[in-house]
């Protein structure tokens, strides 16, 4: 994972979720993207976790992503 600290840029964080038919398994996986100082757009996974029953809905999913983050 890329050390974030040393970016001079602002960093954009953006996440998804994805769940199977049955909502048997949920996932989340967290990017952060940001460009670089040669003004090339890098995208890293920062957090990608298997979701428990309640963390895909509303505030549930937001304390999720900052747990990640």
Do not use: P
Request: glycine share 8%.
């Amino acid at each position: 994972m890329r050390d974030f600290t040393s970016v001079k840029s602002k960093i954009a964080y953006a996440e998804d979720t994805w769940t199977t038919k049955q909502m048997v398994y949920m996932f989340a996986c967290t990017i952060g993207c940001f460009i670089s100082d040669d003004w090339n757009l890098i995208e890293c996974v920062v957090n990608f976790k298997h979701l428990e029953d309640k963390e895909h809905e509303g505030l549930f999913g937001g304390i999720a992503f900052v747990n990640g983050v």
